[in-house]
């Protein structure tokens, strides 16, 4: 999906270091880029902390920003690879690991209460609630998948059917 010119001139202008354009790309994103963070963690605090981050990471990276990218996807892969950087450096980070797992397996009762999919996608291994959500409700192509995640696009296209069937199945419990 092409930007349209309004995207365009701000993340221009942003590029140029003017920060009231970036913040009006904040402003118009920042709800879609949210919700994204939200189903991959089901921990709103964690959504909340990764979704600064992506959007932090995004400011020191707009210049690297290619023309032809839509901004919404650019960013998107942003939010994707600020949350799987953070997964990594939890599990690495021996001493807190205790504490950081059950920060991060906190589940946000009042959000899968009120969105009963978002429930069924949270009880998915958290590789195959990646794939899942990036590829069917965030429109992301198997090789864009590959790149953010290093997982194959063969394995991909098998997690994608086997996640479907796992929400058929979960949707009947």
Do not use: C
């Amino acid at each position: 999906m092409q930007d349209n010119k309004l995207i365009k001139a701000l993340v221009l202008n942003a590029q140029l270091g003017n920060n009231s354009a970036f913040e009006q790309l904040y402003q118009m994103t920042v709800q879609q880029i949210y919700a994204l963070i939200m189903r991959l963690t089901g921990n709103s605090s964690a959504a909340e902390k990764f979704t600064k981050m992506a959007y932090l990471n995004a400011w020191q990276k707009i210049m690297a920003k290619h023309e032809n990218d839509s901004f919404a996807g650019w960013l998107k892969k942003i939010a994707v690879k600020t949350v799987l950087e953070e997964r990594s450096k939890i599990k690495s980070a021996q001493e807190s690991i205790v504490e950081s797992d059950r920060e991060m397996n906190e589940i946000d009762k009042n959000f899968l209460s009120s969105h009963p999919l978002e429930k069924l996608i949270h009880n998915l291994e958290f590789n195959d609630k990646l794939v899942f959500v990036l590829h069917d409700l965030e429109n992301l192509s198997y090789e864009d998948i590959s790149r953010l995640s290093g997982i194959p696009v063969k394995e991909i296209k098998a997690m994608i059917i086997k996640s479907r069937e796992n929400l058929i199945i979960l949707s009947e419990e």
